[in-house]
């Protein structure tokens, strides 16, 4: 079945660090792939998506490029701020929906 | 304010018990997820609802039941709870089943003593 794998949490990082959050995925098809931010009691918002190789989801300084010859979503930020502090989710769906899938979770803190 | 609604927001009870949480989805959308959050297990898929029909289920135990009405709202039913069902539920919705843009709501959590 369709899985999502990312980086061990938390990441922790002063202002203005660059950030990176690995994420791989296993799927059979040509999944869409998203990132989603969850901020301290609130619940889950998307960040930025890709619905195809090659295709590059970006969103507030966060990038990210879907990348099929080695299955992996990576989200980006050149310059961190305390603000971003939040958990980090990569997902992926299939065409039909019926199977999105989330990866466990990465946790960021910046500190300033 | 992702236009997706969940009721209560908090709730506390004892092990044995049943619960009822509610889920208003975004206007004009016809698929409802349930996700249960807890510290050890991450974001777990339980079930999913489009246009009032189950269209998918995940981890869901048999202790737990869903359904989504005719007016879309959904409704995640939870018996014979045990300490460990303590989590954050998420409901989640989209415009269909296929274009996999989740609008989550605030979640509602759960501790059971």
């Known amino acids: 079945g369709n899985s999502v794998t990312q980086m061990e949490g938390p990441v922790t990082l002063s202002e203005e660090a660059f950030l990176t959050i690995n994420c791989t995925y296993t799927?059979?098809?040509?999944?869409?792939l998203f990132w989603y931010v969850q901020y301290p009691g609130e619940g889950l918002q998307l960040l930025l998506k890709?619905?195809?190789?090659?295709d590059k989801g970006s969103n507030k300084g966060f990038e990210a490029t879907y990348r099929k010859e080695t299955t992996s979503f990576h989200l980006e930020k050149g310059s961190v701020q305390v603000s971003d502090s939040a958990v980090y989710f990569c997902a992926l769906s299939d065409r039909r929906g019926q199977n999105f899938v989330f990866g466990p979770g990465t946790r960021l803190s910046v500190l300033p | 304010d992702s236009g997706v609604t969940q009721t209560p927001k908090h709730l506390i009870t004892a092990t044995g018990q049943r619960v009822t949480l509610r889920c208003s989805p975004r206007?004009?959308?016809?698929?409802v997820y349930w996700y249960q959050q807890s510290l050890d297990q991450g974001l777990q898929f339980l079930i999913q609802?489009?246009?009032?029909?189950?269209?998918a289920k995940g981890n869901i135990l048999e202790r737990f039941s869903a359904q989504q009405f005719p007016d879309l709202h959904s409704e995640l039913n939870l018996s014979s709870l045990e300490l460990g069902d303590s989590a954050l539920y998420f409901c989640?919705?989209?415009?269909?089943?296929?274009?996999?843009?989740?609008?989550f709501g605030e979640g509602s959590r759960l501790t059971v003593l």
């Open positions: 890709a619905t195809k190789a090659d």
């Open positions: 989640a919705s989209s415009v269909d089943d296929y274009t996999g843009e989740l609008f």
């Open positions: 799927a059979t098809g040509y999944p869409s």
């Open positions: 206007s004009g959308d016809l698929s």
């Open positions: 609802y489009y246009n009032g029909e189950e269209r």
